[in-house]
């Protein structure tokens, strides 16, 4: 029904229009109007997720069909143009090295007159990691990670990583090659999950805050005679002529657990606040918690601004 209706509303209504001399512009545009109207009306109940399940499913499925598969020669070609790398030379030299010093240790241990009573690894290998690592990170991977994110385009990461994994071949050389295209991948991952370190500091600022200042609010709304033992244990814990900062009531926690979880100098009244918190029924197993070196000795937050609720 729908498909009969869009064409006769574009193709006769609004060509109709240009017989209203004069009004033409003004027909088009109430028409315009009404057609938006129906079409939200008509769509503002339909559930696109969905709506749109058959695309995913034609997409998971069709695509890598339709999807042109590259040559065998083109995929021989990409896998092996990494192997001639900048610093072959240089790990062909530390192999040899390397080897060779643990055949000479393997004679020397050959030698010895107790060879009997003393055990010696004589199949020892030499350990090659970081030969292998340094020569890796200096292959010419430009040119193959630009023909992987060419041919797996519109794919997922696990998508593309499959994809690639079935194109190249099952020797030392396609898996040399699929480690590079698994590293590339990881690297874009850890990108766009990067948070920045002052975007950290303030999400965990704003968490300490939100933790205090619920959990003090529910014990103050459940019992408000603790009100006056937080400042009672307050008054106590420093002496009368040092600057402390007491709760006024209810309506003043999010101004004090701001001030005392932004200056040094209000130790006491966070250590008197988590005390309240913890012996309130069920607030221990949550009580908030800072993050310091020792745990006689809390540390402030460093960012003070916070947002309240």
Known sequence: MEAVLAPFVYLVLFSYAFFFKG?????????????LLMVMQLTARVNRAAATRW???VRYFALPIMRKKPRPEKVRTMTRSILPSKNRESARTDKALRKRAVRR???TSLRIEDFELTRHDLLREADLSDVVRSRQVE?????????CRAITAGMDPDEALGYVRGLLPKNLIGDHAFVHWEIELQRHRDARSYVPRRERRRRESQSAFDSWRFRLHRVLACEPHRLGELNAAIKASRPFDEERRLLLGIHDVDAFVATILSHAQYDAERRCTRALIANKKGGREGRPFICSESEDQEQPLVLPQFRHL
């Open 23 to 35: 009004f033409t512009g003004l027909a088009i545009t109430i028409g315009a109007i009404v057609t």
């Open 55 to 57: 695309w995913r499913e």
């Open 139 to 147: 292959d010419k991977l430009h040119h193959f990670m630009r023909w």
């Open 105 to 107: 240790i393997v004679r």
